[in-house]
């Protein structure tokens, strides 16, 4: 029987079908239907088993570096002059992203599923790198779906996973970013269903993915959490993060969601601004429909034709986002407000001169939603940033638009 | 299940031949050519037509019929128009039955009971949804059912005895066996094991079992004729359609005739196919 997340709790979904209220489930052909359930069956037993518990530990300490620290951005919040900014740094992580925390944590199950080929989608490319990572880790072959557009402008990350052992295959179908990626890996693994393990980077998909992937990531608020009232003796005011599928963001959410002092916001990409259609900001332009096995806002045309978003950010270049985040949109507990491209690459800039610390274009976006928001707040009040990766991928990109030359 | 597709099943199995179901993309490349093919495919030979809903994201789909669905939508085809295709075919037929084959979201966004509603004006007799497996029943197949038309689900090798009578449960029309695990325009597997295949879906179920998923020629219909109930040819006819138009990807003249010559052909090996195995 259908199953509502306890009342009292943001935090109980999904039931048992995968839901997120009216959102997520398991929207996906007849091929992968028994694949999910096992991948389920796998996922409910290893997440209660202590040894995959301790596994997950002993690689998070010693080949990811958990946990990542708590920063407090002390002349950034000094140059605003209101809120006191922390940053949670993921971006120090082995690989350079949170993106390594999901991919540890699936390779796993897929060890433990005796699978014997890792197959995985990526925008920005780094998800791909740590898939092609954790493979090279596991001994296991790793192809890598990558837009063609995103194969051209995160070439550094390109050249990374082809280093790494992966095989990165192109994808030219629509606009050659994110959505055809996914769309080319669903196929590949309804072709190979039998041998293959698809390590999806987001926490969107068929059921159990987006559960799955958001308890890999929400290490990033448990650690937090725990580094704040550390401190300052006290939780954030606010809690920012960027939202493209929403891995990163979830991640720092969740263990926060049924804390009410806290304020939780999600940054989408608003692109060249939500009038025309460059941009990305599925939920506050969007409109609920069915996607990549999960019911979420997308978007999309009034023939429920999915439209091609535009990011400066190719990490956030997907029309969806993960269902869980649709349901905390859609009962107010979480607050979703667009950044446009300029104003990202703005605080990109910022960051770099102020902290010494380079961005990725992703976190970069809520960044920009910090600096407008923190000179409006106390200096007694608490803003936590997830700093979900770093920029390294993006300086030729930014140089580029910035006119810096070679 | 609709009257009309009960009738076509028993029609052709007094026939002592199996169902030959083509699919195609409506609105590939334009709506008037579309048109014409769908009339066409009945005189040609064919049985059974599955019309094709163009999507823009047709995970289960390989080149072929992703390239169809772009067409198609580039020559401004939706879901609406693809309701108007089927109209405006069953005003000159009234015998061959129709199932929409195509992706959840576009229905979904149409609205399911204005969509069912229209549908049935429409003079359609059966949907095939690649994104609703029976766990998501509630959505549309349920609906369907109890407006009487069918929801025809796939079974695939992945589909295990443990999983087909969930499959089956609330299947109606015929059952689709995808005769591998892949996308559309795959390479066609060993024949006998589609015959072991269709033998263990049809110790679950009475309804009929077409076999698709890389039946390209006459003779693959020959053979797969040989232990189903019907043959699904899909992806040949539309790369019939594709080889026949312009750079530009109009229609020509030879679009239409195409079609028919190899769902000719195609209707030669199913009408072959009972005397092959008696053979």
């Known amino acids: 029987m259908n199953q509502s997340p306890k009342l009292n709790s943001f935090r109980s979904g999904p039931d048992e079908d995968g839901r997120f209220g009216v959102f997520g489930g398991r929207f996906v052909a007849e091929t992968l239907m028994p694949l999910i359930l096992d991948l389920q069956d796998e996922w409910n037993e290893a997440k209660n088993d202590p040894a995959f518990k301790a596994e997950l530990e002993k690689l998070g300490a010693h080949y990811i570096g958990r946990p990542s620290p708590l920063y407090f951005a002390e002349r950034l919040t000094a140059e605003l002059g209101g809120a006191k900014i922390y940053f949670k740094r993921e971006e120090l992580n082995h690989t350079g992203s949170h993106k390594i925390n999901n991919c540890i944590g699936q390779i796993l199950l897929a060890r433990r599923m005796g699978k014997t080929r890792i197959i995985a989608e990526t925008g920005a490319g780094q998800h791909g790198v740590a898939s092609a990572t954790v493979a090279a880790r596991f001994g296991l072959p790793c192809v890598v779906y990558m837009g063609a557009t995103d194969v051209e402008r995160q070439a550094p990350n390109v050249f990374r996973m082809k280093l790494l052992g992966a095989e990165v295959k192109p994808v030219t179908a629509g606009n050659g970013t994110l959505k055809d990626a996914m769309n080319e890996a669903l196929r590949d693994w309804v072709t190979n269903v039998e041998s293959t393990y698809y390590l999806i980077g987001t926490a969107a998909g068929p059921h159990p993915y987006p559960e799955m992937v958001r308890d890999f990531q929400a290490v990033i608020g448990q650690e937090a959490k725990q580094q704040i009232l550390e401190a300052e003796g006290r939780l954030p005011d606010l809690v920012i993060a960027a939202v493209g599928g929403g891995s990163n963001a979830i991640g720092i959410f969740h263990p926060f969601l049924d804390d009410e002092s806290v304020k939780i916001v999600g940054v989408e990409a608003g692109g060249k601004g939500l009038d025309g259609d460059e941009h990305c900001a599925s939920i506050t332009a969007g409109s609920p429909g069915v996607l990549h096995g999960n019911r979420t806002y997308l978007l999309q045309d009034g023939d429920g034709q999915i439209k091609e978003g535009h990011s400066i950010s190719a990490g956030l270049d997907y029309p969806g986002i993960g269902p869980e985040h649709a349901w905390l949109n859609d009962i107010g507990r979480v607050e979703y407000v667009p950044i446009l491209d300029h104003e990202a690459l703005e605080a990109f800039q910022t960051l770099t001169r102020l902290e010494g610390i380079i961005p990725a274009l992703e976190p970069s976006h809520a960044l920009a939603e910090v600096i407008k928001r923190a000179p409006k707040m106390g200096k007694d009040e608490i803003i936590l940033m997830n700093l979900s990766g770093r920029g390294d991928k993006d300086i030729f990109t930014v140089g580029k638009i910035l006119g810096m030359g070679q | ?279």
């Open chain 2, 1 to 279: 299940m609709t009257a009309r597709m009960e009738q076509r099943f028993a029609d052709v199995a007094a026939e002592g031949r199996p169902v030959l179901v083509t699919y195609f993309m409506g609105g590939d490349p334009d709506f008037d050519t579309s048109l014409a093919i769908m009339k066409a495919l009945p005189k040609a030979g064919a049985d059974v037509i599955e019309l094709g809903v163009p999507f823009s994201d047709p995970m289960a789909d390989g080149p072929a019929i992703q390239l169809a669905g772009q067409r198609a939508l580039k020559g401004g085809q939706t879901l609406a128009k693809t309701l108007e295709l089927a109209r405006l075919f069953r005003e000159g037929d009234k015998r061959t039955p129709i199932v929409l084959m195509g992706y959840y979201n576009p229905i979904y966004i149409y609205g399911v009971d204005r969509f069912l509603d229209d549908a049935l004006k429409a003079g359609v007799d059966g949907l095939i949804v690649v994104d609703l497996p029976p766990e998501m029943d509630d959505e549309l197949c349920i609906p369907a059912l109890a407006k009487g038309i069918s929801f025809i689900r796939l079974a695939t090798p992945t589909t295990d005895d443990r999983r087909l009578p969930k499959v089956l449960e609330n299947t109606s029309g015929f059952v689709y066996y995808v005769s591998m695990n892949g996308i559309t325009g795959s390479a066609l597997p060993d024949p006998s094991l589609i015959a072991g295949a269709v033998a263990r879906i049809k110790a679950h179920t009475r309804l009929p079992v077409c076999v698709g998923f890389g039946v390209k020629t006459a003779d693959h219909a020959r053979v797969i004729g040989a232990s189903a109930d019907g043959v699904v040819v899909g992806t040949a006819i539309v790369n019939q359609i594709a080889s026949s138009l312009t750079e530009e990807g109009r229609a020509t003249d030879a679009t239409v005739p195409g079609v028919e010559a190899l769902v000719r052909g195609l209707a030669a090996g199913v009408r072959a196919s009972r005397l092959a195995a008696a053979e």
